[in-house]
């Protein structure tokens, strides 16, 4: 493994990462990742609206990641369940950065709702979200649909995603999202 830590350092370094895991998600993972953001943001003296937006973006990006894992281990194979997200600040933005497996049929479907998500204006989410959360309906994941809607509409900015084939079956989906101040 040829693997040089301090230039990957210096890298992470000169990107601002803050945080960075590759791995399986697990609740309790989620519950740190949340914690040590918290305190790093009071260490930053960010003020608390900032704070606010960039954790409820942040407890969304990661849990789609959590909720919406597509198969289990035994199925997509161990390296295939894992997820990487990483968080860094430029100036006055913050970055999420998720990444995830994904079935190329589900792939479709989520790059249908995030291109729809992306052509609406401020006041056309807010309406999206509220047909949403009132038709009832629920993903077979458990949830309503929600969470990119609220992702795009608290962070203000279009979702940058992309999807890469992997191979027939699997894409690896990667979502940016920008928070700014």
């Given amino acids: 493994m040829d693997i040089n830590i301090f230039d990957f350092y210096n890298r992470m370094e000169k990107d601002n990462i803050m945080l960075s895991f590759k791995g399986n998600v697990t609740s309790e993972l989620l519950t740190s990742v949340l914690q040590i953001m918290e305190s790093k943001m009071e260490t930053l003296n960010e003020p608390s609206k900032v704070k606010k937006k960039v954790y409820n973006i942040l ?40 990444g ?8 479709e479907r989520l790059k249908a709702r995030l291109d729809k998500i992306n052509s609406l204006n401020a006041d056309e989410l807010k309406e999206h ?25 608290k962070s203000g900015k279009k979702l940058e995603y992309q999807f890469q084939e992997v191979d027939e079956q699997l894409s690896f989906y990667s979502l940016n999202i920008s928070v700014a101040q």
């Fill in 59 to 98: 407890v969304e990006a990661l849990q789609n990641l959590y909720h919406h894992m597509d198969e289990s281990s035994e199925e997509l194979g161990v390296e295939h369940n894992t997820v990487i997200f990483m968080i860094s600040k430029k100036d006055d933005t913050y970055c999420i950065y998720t």
């Fill in 100 to 107: 995830n497996y994904i079935k190329k049929q589900n792939a």
């Fill in 129 to 153: 979200y509220k047909e949403v959360l009132n038709n009832g309906m629920m993903s077979e994941k458990g949830g309503g649909g929600l969470g990119m809607i609220d992702i795009a509409r």
